[in-house]
Every structure is written in structure tokens, then in C-alpha cells.
């Protein structure tokens, strides 16, 4: 049983760039989150989708946004990079579908962005 | 904006030891979990206690939680060297709007020394 897989490992752009992160979700689950983790903080919410559609977002600015696939895999795009976007983006998934929500939230290991 | 600290920031013990953990929190919560990061690597959660618990137990792992102070704290116990991360307190606020949408402290770095 897959974990949640994030591509890639690692990432490097120049200011002005734009990225796209891949993340596909436990298996079993529906809800994709994404967060931000700049070094020496604790992650940061970017939002989440769930039903293909944005259900929350956190204080990104539009440059952020994303996508979720009927499959549940998820896209996080981000436009116009700026040198403090270089971050460690972590992507985490669990299911609010039937049977109801399931607290427990898996992570995987992240992309780790460096903005030149 | 990070929902609460964590303290202490850093904490440094010797193999055998027990080390605990502090975190506070600003709002009204659904539950509150913690995670472990190796290295900067993805999160690994630990325990989940929801606002209604006191407190919970997960092999050496013990977690309180007091809502009237807004407070939890971790302890792990006999540490070991594989002990050594970055550990994290988040909380899912209460409220259906908030759910799943993680907060997360600061975090606290514990270092085992053999």
C-alpha cells in the first residue's frame, strides 16, 4: 500500500518562473492538502481539494494555486516565483468520504524548491 | 501565521532520559496531533487527541491536553538516539469550516545523545 508519493524530490528555478508540484494521495484517500514549509518554521496551509474543487485556503497570495484529478492526485502551480517561495512543500491527504471523516492526516516527503 | 509555540525550542538529552514538550494554542480546537519530521524530510504523525480527551497513550508516547489553558505537551519516554527530529503540535480549529486544515507551531528540535 503506496504512501503518499510527492515528484519531485527536489526542484531548482530562477525568480520569474513557474513550478508545478506533484502529489498523489494515499491510497483509499480523497482529501489532498498542500503546506509550505519555509526552513526553521513549521509548515504553513496552502489549501486543500477535495471533489476536484478548493475547499480552503490559507494566506497564499493567487500566484499559488492548484488542481485535484478525478483520480484524487493533486497539482500545486506556482507563478511569477520569488526567492522567498524556496521552501520544502509538503502535500498531505486523508478521506472525508463514505464511513466520514478520517482525522489522521499522511504527509509525504515533500519537494524542496530552491528559487535562484 | 503559526497558530501557537511550541517550547522549548530545543532540547538536548542523553539516551535513557524522558523528554517533554510544550505547545500552546490560541482558538478553540477540534483535537490536536503531533508529528515528528526527520531532517527535513515529510511529517510522521504521532497521536491524535481530540478536545474532549485529557489524555492518551501510544507506546512511549504520552499526550495531555488541557483546553482550559490551551496547552499540550508530549513526552516521549527511555529515549533513544532514533528519537532525534524536529517535533511539531498541530491543530485542526473547531468548527466544520476549519476541518482538516492543519495549524502548526514552531516545533521543537530534540537531540539523544547515545
Known amino acids: 500500500d503506496a504512501g503518499v508519493t510527492q515528484s519531485p524530490t527536489h526542484l531548482i528555478k530562477t525568480r520569474g518562473q513557474q513550478v508545478t508540484l506533484r502529489c498523489s494521495p494515499k491510497s483509499g484517500h480523497d482529501t489532498v492538502s498542500w503546506y509550505q514549509q519555509a526552513l526553521g518554521q513549521g509548515p504553513q496551509f496552502i489549501f486543500q481539494y477535495y471533489e476536484e474543487e478548493e475547499r480552503q485556503r490559507g494566506n497564499f497570495p493567487d500566484r499559488f494555486s492548484g488542481h485535484q484529478f478525478p483520480n484524487y492526485s493533486s497539482e500545486l502551480n506556482v507563478n511569477a516565483l520569488l526567492l522567498g517561495d524556496s521552501a520544502l512543500y509538503l502535500c498531505?491527504?486523508?478521506?472525508?468520504?463514505?464511513?466520514?471523516?478520517?482525522?489522521?492526516?499522511?504527509f509525504g516527503p515533500g519537494t524542496r524548491l530552491l528559487v535562484l | 501565521s503559526q497558530q501557537g509555540e511550541e517550547d522549548p525550542q530545543a532540547l538536548s538529552i542523553q539516551e535513557g532520559e524522558n523528554a517533554t514538550m510544550n505547545c500552546s494554542y490560541k482558538?478553540?480546537?477540534?483535537?490536536l496531533q503531533w508529528y515528528r519530521q526527520n531532517s527535513g524530510r515529510g511529517l510522521v504523525h504521532l497521536i491524535l487527541i481530540r478536545s474532549n480527551e485529557r489524555e492518551k497513550h501510544s507506546g512511549r508516547l504520552r499526550v495531555t491536553l488541557d483546553t482550559s489553558k490551551k496547552s499540550s505537551s508530549l513526552l516521549i519516554t527511555a529515549s533513544r538516539a532514533a528519537d532525534t527530529a524536529s517535533y511539531f503540535c498541530a491543530t485542526v480549529r473547531a468548527g466544520g469550516t476549519s476541518y482538516g486544515k492543519l495549524t502548526f507551531g514552531q516545533g521543537t528540535i530534540l537531540t539523544v545523545h547515545p
Open positions: 482558538t478553540s480546537i477540534n483535537n
Open positions: 498531505a491527504s486523508y478521506t472525508q468520504g463514505a464511513g466520514g471523516p478520517k482525522e489522521t492526516q499522511y
